[in-house]
T-cell receptor, first 115, second 114 residues
């Protein structure tokens, strides 16, 4: 079975300060991991993906995430928050061993950016 | 950049009525999906579709639900007799390949059952 835990339901940062959104996963075999972002009244946009290549993955809009197998984590970071980063962020896992293609979503983290 | 498009953006329907949600996946994609998000809850997988048949479905996807790709471009989700608990945001997604190929999502259809 596969699952994802997003450790914070809400994160609030000031503009220009670093962002850290935490994600831990559980997977019986080699996982592929994704971060998606959802702005209000919009769909889910892919930020970045990890698929067993480099463990440090760079995505769009200055975001990156590091896959740490020993910690079963895939935290999302950004050095400097921008007001436009305010949105809901979802950590997502798919396990390659099961043959399933269904994504398993975390419960989401709402990022607020204060001016 | 190619997009997945969904129509309508908001659908209001009386309980017990049939509803069809429409999606146009990215044109060269081969795998298609429906997910839903009940207000305040996680995004949940409903069904995946490949080669004109369902390849996987969740326990949510019962006999009231069906999917179809009627004309090679549209991908539809039908709910035969809607219930209050079907109220949710429904997202369509498509992917170029299976496995760990990223799924690209539409903006969703908000379904409100009265």
């Amino acid at each position: 079975a596969q699952s994802v835990t997003q450790l914070d339901s809400h994160v609030s940062v000031s503009e220009g300060t670093p962002v850290l959104l935490r994600c831990n996963y559980s997977s019986s075999y080699s996982p592929s991991l994704f971060w998606y972002v959802q702005h209000p009244n919009k769909g889910l946009q892919l930020l970045l993906k990890y698929t067993s290549a480099a463990t440090l993955v760079k995505g769009i809009n200055g975001f990156e995430a590091e896959f740490k197998k020993s910690e079963t984590s895939f935290h999302l970071t950004k050095p400097s928050a921008h007001m436009s980063d305010a949105a809901e962020y979802f950590c997502v896992v798919i396990s390659m061993d099961t043959g399933r293609r269904a994504l398993t979503f975390g419960s989401g983290t709402r990022l607020q950016v204060q001016p | 950049e190619p997009e997945v498009t969904q129509t309508p953006s908001h659908q209001v329907t009386q309980m017990g009525q049939e509803v069809i949600l429409r999606c146009v996946p990215i044109s060269n994609h081969l795998y298609f999906y429906w997910y839903r998000q009940i207000l305040g809850q996680k995004v949940e997988f409903l069904v995946s579709f490949y080669n004109n048949e369902i390849s996987e479905k969740s326990e949510i996807f019962d006999d009231q639900f069906s999917v179809e790709r009627p004309d090679g471009s549209n991908f539809t989700l039908k709910i035969r007799s809607t219930k209050l608990e079907d109220s949710a945001m429904y997202f369509c997604a498509s992917a170029l390949g299976g496995g760990n190929q990223p799924q690209h999502f539409g903006d969703g259809t908000r379904l409100s059952i009265l």
